[in-house]
């Protein structure tokens, strides 16, 4: 069982960066990230490969959000800049124990483990 620990949410004005971190127990597959907002659904953010060269996002944060990795130490990296208020969620940690194909990555589904989620707020 790999536990996931996000951390660095918080509350920013619009066109701010944050920088969340996840950090996990074990040795995972892929990881990514997702967020839910009130009364939504959860969403897909962004995935990386455990190899790192590969990464997706979700069409929202395409060219704003970067997604990195340091398998080293375990741990996932979500940079958000240009925040906009409709970023506003909670954001969760995800991560697969084994291979998931590509075009399974924004499914939630394919996940095995999740984290508790960190409370990402940006002001207009």
């Known amino acids: 069982q790999v536990q996931l620990v996000e951390s660095g949410g918080g509350l920013v004005q619009a066109g701010g960066s944050l920088r969340l971190s996840c950090a996990a127990s074990?040795?995972?597959?892929?990881m990514g990230w997702f967020r839910q907002a009130p009364g939504k659904e959860r969403e897909f953010v962004a995935a990386i490969s455990w190899s790192g060269p590969l990464r997706t996002y979700g069409d929202s944060v395409k060219g704003r959000f970067t997604i990195s990795k340091d398998n080293a130490e375990n741990m996932v990296y979500l940079q958000m800049n240009s925040l906009k208020p409709e970023d506003t969620a909670v954001y969760y940690c995800?991560?697969?124990?084994?291979?998931?194909?590509?075009?399974?990555?924004?499914?939630?589904?394919?996940?095995?483990?999740w984290g508790q989620g960190t409370q990402v707020t940006v002001s207009p």
């Open positions: 995800a991560a697969a124990q084994g291979d998931i194909i590509l075009s399974r990555w924004s499914r939630r589904g394919a996940y095995d483990y």
């Open positions: 074990g040795r995972t597959s892929t």
